[in-house]
């Protein structure tokens, strides 16, 4: 997964420099077909059927739906005014939606979000870590591309190709690395080591210059970047499902991603409005384009950084260190041991 998200930001510049910037949505419509046809193919077919088979398609609505409402109103307060009547009324809907949610998972026979599993203090940590994380890395890719494209001048491939530092060290990561540094020093010293190492990387990108080069004031923070999200994203999914049984492994691996899109979308939409702001007091005091632009983004990426740093000290202090593993693992180790 870690390298996979990580692929697609380098394969978004390939498509909009050489295709077109429809084809970043376009090229999901192969890779679900694909990914639908090789799951018919590669995944066991036994299943347990569930008690209920109903869908909480009230849950889905409401949650979606107040998302929805919030991120729209973050995006365009500024434009709006925070204090408008539009604003708030938005963002009041948004309020009521949720509460709505949390009534009809509290009471529906089905929930598409059991509020029972927030009870594991492992599971309602992830989540809030996944939350602020997802912020700080939805800030990383969204607005270092702008700096590198609007500020910088980079073409769309050259942007992706920006990436590939982080891509590869991301990557390697995924295909095992992250693995032993869990199985070496449990989960959360790695998870907030790497979050601490991507804060760190953020606040270097905090300072690029108008006229920043790649080698001095772009690479080491896509270095840093890389090996703190490769770090922490595996020990954060670990720590979701350590504490629960296998039957709701699933369960709670599927709201801590679920949390991380939220997490996301709203991060960035409150990153963007920062940078906006910013952006449009530098030009109003008389400074450049570039430079206000350059300014906005890089309050942007210092919040960012904040919220990465929120996320390893919560992990830190909540998260247990053990890493976890099925039952029965390693009794044959402990026998020969």
Do not use: C
């Not at 510049?13 to 192969?30: A, E, K, Q, R, S």
Request: charged content about 10%; hydrophobic content about 60%; glycine content about 12%.
């Amino acid at each position: 997964m870690a390298g996979g998200g990580s692929i697609g930001v380098l394969l978004g510049g390939v498509l909009t420099n050489w295709l077109d910037w429809h084809w970043i949505f376009l090229v999901n419509i192969p890779i679900g077909v694909a990914v639908v046809l090789l799951s018919l193919r590669l995944l066991p077919s036994e299943h347990a059927a569930p008690a209920n088979k109903r869908v909480d398609v009230a849950g889905a609505i409401t949650v979606t739906l107040a998302l929805m409402l919030a991120v729209y109103a973050i995006v365009n307060g500024n434009q709006n005014g925070w204090a408008s009547g539009r604003t708030l009324g938005l963002l009041g809907g948004a309020i009521v939606l949720l509460a709505l949610f949390l009534g009809i998972e509290s009471r529906v026979e089905s929930p598409l979000m059991p509020l029972r599993i927030f009870k594991v203090r492992s599971v309602a940590t992830s989540n809030i870590v996944g939350v602020l994380w997802a912020a700080a890395m939805f800030a990383w890719f969204f607005i270092s591309a702008l700096y590198l494209q609007l500020v910088l001048g980079y073409s769309p491939l050259k942007v992706g190709l920006a990436f590939l530092p982080a891509n590869l060290i991301m990557g390697g990561f995924s295909l095992g690395l992250s693995a032993k540094l869990v199985m070496r020093f449990g989960i959360k010293r790695p998870m907030a080591t790497g979050l601490l190492v991507a804060g760190l990387g953020l606040v270097l990108f905090a300072r690029a210059p108008v006229d920043g080069r790649f080698v001095v004031d772009v690479l080491p923070s896509m270095i840093l970047l890389g090996i703190g999200a490769g770090m922490a994203f595996n020990p954060l999914l670990l720590a979701a499902m350590g504490d629960v049984g296998p039957e709701e492994s699933g369960l709670a691996s599927g709201v801590v991603n679920t949390a991380f899109m939220m997490g996301g979308a709203l991060g960035l939409a409150v990153l963007a409005s920062l940078a906006a702001s910013r952006t449009d007091s530098l030009t109003a005091s008389g400074h450049s384009h570039l430079v206000a632009l350059n300014g906005g983004y890089h309050v942007a990426l210092f919040v960012g950084a904040v919220f990465a740093v929120a996320a390893a000290t919560i992990g830190a202090v909540f998260l247990h260190s053990a890493a976890p593993a099925p039952e029965g693992a390693y009794d044959g180790a402990a026998v020969e041991a």
